[in-house]
T-cell receptor, first 117, second 113 residues
Framework: GAVVSQHPSRVICKSGTSVKIECRSL??????MFWYRQFPKQSLMLMAT?????????EQGVEKDKFLINHASLTLSTLTVTSAHPEDSSFYIC?????????????FGSGTRLTVV | AQSVTQLGSHVSVSEGALVLLRCNYS??????LFWYVQYPNQGLQLLLK??????LVKGINGFEAEFKKSETSFHLTKPSAHMSDAAEYFC???????????FGTGTRLQVTL
């Protein structure tokens, strides 16, 4: 089945630094990747949608300059949290959708727990 | 616009008892519907999906769900709960209009001895 690898699973960084999270589709080409943020005991909030080779589309209220998304290839998307602050601490999850789209569902990565100190 | 409502943020059942997690959707166009399970500090795993074929959908781990258009529901059931079923469950809806998944607020399932 489709597998999405997300790395790192856990990261702690200092305030003001930047952190990069990678999301890779291992056995399929992901034309579209999605980045979610999940607060404790809450649902997933879609942050942005990225299509390979084009700029990401951000949801309302998400700062594009703070959460940089790059989808340079059909198997890799990255989320960079720039100038991180403690309020950016959260669980970030990526998901990928193959070209054949919705009938095969979305495949999710295992998530990244970001802690900013 | 599309949305999903999950009734009950927390459900507790005894091991061996029926599991019923409720999900109602709102959509102006025919939807695709999904149930995902999330274990602590992990991503989401697809349990099952409805994509306009059979209205009764069977998924992994003995779960199934029935799409009822008249009730705009897609409730998740399992005849006999197991301790390993304890997790967070999310219902989600997708339409071509929105081109994205919209999640419900989740239901935490607790299974007791």
């Amino acid at each position: 089945g489709a597998v999405v690898s997300q790395h790192p699973s856990r990261v702690i960084c200092k305030s003001g630094t930047s952190v990069k999270i990678e999301c890779r589709s291992l056995d399929f080409q992901a034309t579209t990747m999605f980045w979610y943020r999940q607060f404790p005991k809450q649902s997933l909030m879609l942050m942005a949608t990225s299509n390979e080779g084009s700029k990401a589309t951000y949801e309302q209220g998400v700062e594009k300059d703070k959460f940089l998304i790059n989808h340079a290839s059909l198997t890799l998307s990255t989320l960079t949290v720039t100038s991180a602050h403690p309020e950016d601490s959260s669980f970030y999850i990526c998901s990928a959708r193959a070209r054949t789209a919705i009938n095969y569902g979305y495949t999710f990565g295992s998530g990244t727990r970001l802690t900013v100190v | 616009a599309q949305s999903v409502t999950q009734l009950g943020s927390h459900v507790s059942v005894s091991e061996g008892a029926l599991v019923l997690l409720r999900c109602n959707y709102s959509s102006s166009v025919p939807p695709y519907l999904f149930w995902y399970v999330q274990y602590p500090n992990q991503g989401l795993q697809l349990l099952l999906k409805y994509t306009s074929a059979a209205t009764l959908v069977k998924g992994i781990n003995g779960f199934e769900a029935e799409f009822k258009k008249s009730e705009t529901s897609f409730h998740l059931t399992k005849p006999s709960a197991h301790m390993s079923d304890a997790a967070e469950y999310f219902c989600a809806v997708y339409t071509g209009t929105a081109s994205k998944l919209t999640f419900g607020t989740g239901t935490r399932l607790q299974v007791t001895l």
